[in-house]
């Protein structure tokens, strides 16, 4: 009896013990590499050098799309990409991936992984323009409109949203609307797009102070959109009410937008830089709403076509296309009963730390190849801004 006891007693420690490693090993925290999180940018713009044998953009088109991870990318291949029709993915000279990670370590927000973008430094959450610390960084568009660059922003989100604000404005606080939009009114910004969200909830004014705000640079396009006669010397701007642009239904819609804003850059002979930013695949993929995360691809590729399509026309004009991070954790799945009908399913409603996709077509495109963090996407803009018209000295 005694012996019988023993056993037992030992096959239940064995068990037990067992139970703890297998926790232990499948437990889903993973620590990062102090590495890994360094958010120094290496070496300054001035000293980066461009890629041998890529001429320099007249123009830069970035593209955002917010939310949109390799998954979002897999089903719209899936199910928009008629048989034997190449896909607007594929008209990219470079195709490509990066670590979206903040300092924060592995995880990131709009705040922080559009200011990496937009000023090549990577930051802390809830940081707009500004690096771990709050000091002020320039972004692009600053560092634009001092070198005679025209500057647009296109969004089908508020305008003072992360993703928006981190190419136009600096401050800590990214729920103080107020603040951001007279910074956006103080602002070299040309042409601004996009809607108003919240009106009235804390540190965000009514339309009506919102608009007289902007009103302080831009002159407010009607539904008519119709443009100033003299539009050289008249920064627009086109304010929408809250979801009023979502999807190709929505009129007008963020291609229709977008094509306004190349429409009125183009009409001086001044160099430009214009954002465009697509909110869809983040605020569908937060309610894993997957019927809107389709329409919106659906926006996000026709306006892609449109951009690709000026940049051929023109010929000097570099697509930079990129997401912040990945929302939802999608995965485009079929099993064999339902095979090959394919469902859409989602491990989270909130931000992920997969890679995503950066795509680049035009001159310059070249210099995208090797981008591995984030925050070097800003800082290969703003070399290839300050890059003289024979990019020689910064061939590598």
Known sequence: MQNWKKSSLVTVIVIVVTLIIAVQLTDSSISVPSSSIDYSPGEPVSQIDL??????????????ADGMGFSHLSLALLTQQEEGQPSVWQEFDIKGWHDARSVYGPLTDSEASATAMATGTSTQFGHIGMDPDQNVLQNIMELAAGQNYNTGIVTDSYVWDGTPAAFSAHIRNEDDARTILNQIADSQIDILIGELEDLGEND?????????????RFTLLDKTLKL???????????????DEIQDLNSSPNLTQL??????????????????????????ASHDNDSKRVVKGLQSIQETLSTVLEYSKD??????????????????????????PDMQIRWSTKEHTAAVVPIFAHGPGA???????????????????????????????
């Open 204 to 216: 965000i004014p009514e339309k009506e102070e919102s608009l007289e705000i902007l009103k302080k």
């Open 366 to 396: 070249g210099n995208f190849a090797r981008i591995h963090r984030n925050w070097e996407i800003g800082i290969i803009l703003k070399a290839l801004l300050i890059a003289p018209d024979s990019v020689a000295s910064h061939q590598k």
């Open 314 to 339: 023109q010929g000097e004009t570099l697509v930079v296309f990129s997401a912040d991070h990945e929302t939802g954790g999608l995965s485009a799945v079929a099993d064999y009963d339902s095979y």
């Open 228 to 242: 100033p006669e003299d539009i050289s010397t008249h920064p627009v701007a086109a304010i929408y009410e809250e």
């Open 258 to 283: 977008t094509e306004l804003a190349l429409y009125y850059l183009s009409t001086s002979q001044d160099p430009f830089v214009l954002l465009v930013e697509s909110e869809e695949m983040d605020a």
């Open 51 to 64: 890629v041998q044998n890529d001429s320099k953009p007249k123009n830069i088109i970035i593209f955002i």
